[in-house]
Every structure is written in structure tokens, then in C-alpha cells.
């Protein structure tokens, strides 16, 4: 067997940290994350200091702003421009309703590949006046950028696309659509839950409008905790929804006092913090990000890549076809199998893929089925030994449905 992990110890050592793992495969990351020791450990500080009432709220927002430093850090951007949100969905509507619309404008999307959560928040702005132009998924079921592109005219203030879908899972082309954006004055927003973490992102170099994450997968935190990158550029022509102390501009830290009733937006990304944080969500991604920045965003991708193409290559030789190709620019942490829309969340109607599920969990390999296909995602915790149990637990999945017929 060919070993892609001699002396790579990080990766090692990383992968203890995973209770989970000693228990089960877990390929389901593109589902949610599992927790390392460290990131539990310093949530309980949180709860220790809670419980104590042994410090105060400024003492813990320190952790949101390691946390914002952190992720600004792996996407290689300023700290200013990141706000600690709540989820995907908190991101995509921020900027939903920040765009200073005018009737007859108009976004494009693809809905047959995105996640709900960016695509809700889109046709709410029907109401105002604008025209959602929705662009069908190309014959393998991922965001067609060209078709994209030309569904773009004079109206376009938005583009929305997700960083990799939720299924079939193929990587979109980010570059091409933010060229094309950018050329037209157009916001790329970006729903970057399933990459970010996992592979990596350079918001500084790629022309991205806004990209909005959560923590509660590939960046290995807590679910209500997420981040909003919002690009200097647009900046000054997005104007917040929701207003709080935290979205304006403030002359003391004491969180009570208002300064007057003139008030200033943030000048950065700020301006979309909205009250309290979710504190113990910034404790746990402040050392997840620990973790992820000591491996280094370009190992975690050349890992997963790897682990991705082998794992392709042994679905394959077993006479299942992968429905997102095992290398090139669309190859993705996530692989899926049987047809696309062949049922939904947790169920299909493919003869062979609940049945097959069902033999994967009694091994204890951790999957789902999303819009009826059987889905997996890696991350730099997985290794080959996770890839031979798998493939070893398909292959005899097949061969007892075989059995059976
Ligand atoms: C592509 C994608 N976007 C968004 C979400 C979830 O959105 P939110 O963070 O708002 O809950 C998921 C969750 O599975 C997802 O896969």
C-alpha cells in the first residue's frame, strides 16, 4: 500500500486529538465537524470562567478577536476585514440586505446547486423589487460559471455561488466567476462552508466580493459561530440591516454608553457584528484556527487532495462511479455516488445506495446521503487507513447486496 504519511507527524498528531476517531471512520466532515481535544479544552475554559463568574465580557471578547486574527490569517487578508457572524446564512443575508438595491436589479444564482441558506435570503429581495435569475447546474450537477457569466447583464449587483456544493460536491471555478464579476462591477459572494478550512483560500489574490463561513465544519469549531469576509472594496457601498453598538463606530469600550446619536458605520467589516457574540463558539475556533494554521492551509490541501484521488481511484475500481471527477480543478473533498435528486436528506430511491449505507454504519463509516447520494468529505484528520476501510466496506457492502439478489 502506498503510505502518503511517513514521517508526517503533524498529521499525526493532529488526528489523536480526535476522540471520534477512535471509534469510527469519519468521512462526514462535509456533513459537520468533529472536535479535537484543544478545541474542547479551551470551550471549557469558557464554561469554567462562566461558571465561576471569574471574568468579564471584555475578557472573553478577546477570543473573537483572536479568533477574526486567526481566520483572517488562513484566508490571507487584513483582521478589519472579517466580522464574527453567526453562520452561512447570517453572512448571505448581511449582504443581501446591505446592497443598496434599486427595482429592476438583479442577482444570479444556481439553485439546483446551492444550499438552501444561500438561496432563501435571495428570493426574499423579490419583494423589493428584484429580479433573482436563476441559472440551472451544468449536465454534472456543479455551478456552470459560463452559463453564469452570461445570465449577467447591466442589472447585475450580485453573483452568489457556493465554494464547493453541499452535492454532488465538485469545487466551483471562483476565478473566473469573480473576474467576470469584477469586470461588471458585480459582488461575488461566496458560501465557503464546505472549503474554508479544508482548502485553500487566498481572499486577498482571488476576486471574491464576500465570503461567508461558519465554524461548523472544515474550520472544526462550533455550529453559531462564523465569520464574513467583505472585501475593502465594497465596503463603503454596504449599509447594514441590523444596526448595533458593535456595527458603529465607538469612541470607549464601555458597552453601555452610546456617544451621542450621530453615529458612524464601522469603516471595515465590522459594521456587520450585530450584540453579543456567541463567546464560547469564538473559544473553540480560536484553537481550531491554532490547529489548522500549524498545519498550513497548502499541506491540508495537498492531503485532502491526495486522500480524495485515492480514495476516487479505489470507489472506482469497484465499478462505482464517483459523481465528482478524482483530480483537476473541480475535484473536491467530497465524494458522492449514485444519482443526483434520486431522493433527499437521509433517504434514495437508488436501489443500491440505502442499503449500502446501511452495511457502511454497522462498520461505523460515518457518511450521509444528500439529495439521494451517498456523500463523503475528507479533511487532514482522515488517512489512508480511513481510504482502505471505506473502500473495504463498499466492496463488501456490494458483494453481500450481490449475494442477496
Ligand atoms: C453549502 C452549504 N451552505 C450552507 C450550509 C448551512 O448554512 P448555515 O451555516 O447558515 O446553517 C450548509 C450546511 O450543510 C452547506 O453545506
Not at 433573482?132 to 456552470?144: I, K, L, N, S
Not at 440591516?241 to 458605520?265: C, I, N, P
Request: with cysteine.
Amino acid at each position: 500500500m502506498m503510505t502518503i504519511d511517513s514521517g508526517n507527524d503533524a498529521f499525526a498528531d493532529f488526528r489523536a486529538g480526535f476522540p471520534a476517531l477512535r471509534s469510527q471512520t469519519y468521512l462526514s466532515i462535509c456533513d459537520k465537524m468533529i472536535l479535537h481535544d484543544d478545541v474542547r479544552a479551551s470551550v471549557d475554559v469558557f464554561l469554567d470562567h462562566l461558571a465561576m463568574a471569574s471574568a468579564v465580557r471584555t475578557d472573553h471578547e478577546v477570543r473573537v478577536a483572536s479568533a477574526r486574527e486567526k481566520f483572517a490569517r488562513l484566508m490571507n487578508v487584513a483582521p478589519e476585514t472579517i466580522a464574527a457572524t453567526r453562520n452561512v446564512s447570517d453572512g448571505t443575508n448581511s449582504i443581501a440586505w446591505a446592497m443598496p438595491w434599486k427595482e429592476g436589479d438583479n442577482v444570479v444564482l444556481t439553485s439546483d446547486a446551492e444550499h438552501p441558506n444561500n438561496v432563501y435570503p435571495w428570493l426574499r429581495l423579490r419583494e423589493r423589487g428584484v429580479q433573482v435569475r436563476v441559472v440551472a447546474a451544468d449536465a454534472e450537477g456543479a455551478v456552470d460559471a459560463d452559463a453564469m457569466i452570461s445570465a449577467m447583464n447591466s442589472r447585475t449587483r450580485v453573483v452568489a455561488a457556493a465554494s464547493a456544493t453541499f452535492a454532488p460536491g465538485h469545487r466551483t471555478d471562483l476565478r473566473k466567476l469573480g473576474e467576470a464579476a469584477e469586470r461588471s462591477d458585480v459582488l461575488l459572494l461566496v458560501d465557503g462552508v464546505q472549503t474554508a478550512g479544508i482548502f485553500r483560500h487566498d481572499l486577498s489574490a482571488e476576486p471574491v466580493g464576500a465570503f461567508a463561513t461558519s465554524t461548523s465544519k472544515g474550520l472544526l469549531g462550533l455550529y453559531g459561530f462564523g465569520f464574513l469576509y467583505v472585501s475593502p472594496k465594497w465596503i463603503d457601498r454596504l449599509h447594514p440591516a441590523y444596526l448595533s453598538r458593535s456595527s458603529v463606530l465607538q469612541k470607549t469600550d464601555d458597552h453601555s454608553t452610546m456617544g451621542g446619536f450621530d453615529w458612524e458605520y464601522q469603516p471595515d467589516s465590522r459594521r456587520f457584528e450585530v450584540g453579543s457574540y456567541n463567546l464560547a463558539g469564538a473559544y473553540a475556533a480560536d484553537a481550531s484556527l491554532d490547529r489548522l494554521l500549524a498545519l498550513g492551509g497548502d499541506a491540508i490541501e495537498a492531503r485532502v487532495l491526495r486522500l480524495a484521488s485515492m480514495f476516487h481511484e479505489g470507489v472506482s475500481a469497484l465499478g462505482l462511479k464517483p459523481a465528482v471527477p478524482g483530480s483537476g480543478p473541480r475535484q473536491s473533498h467530497i465524494l458522492t455516488l449514485g444519482e443526483l435528486d434520486a431522493g433527499g436528506h437521509g433517504f434514495s430511491s437508488d436501489p443500491v445506495i440505502e442499503p449500502l449505507s446501511a452495511f457502511l454504519k454497522q462498520r461505523r463509516i460515518a457518511h450521509t446521503i444528500r439529495r439521494g447520494q451517498m456523500r463523503f468529505g475528507l479533511h487532514a484528520y482522515n488517512d489512508e487507513t480511513d481510504i482502505d476501510a471505506a473502500v473495504g466496506a463498499l466492496r463488501d457492502g456490494l458483494q453481500s447486496l450481490r449475494a442477496q439478489a
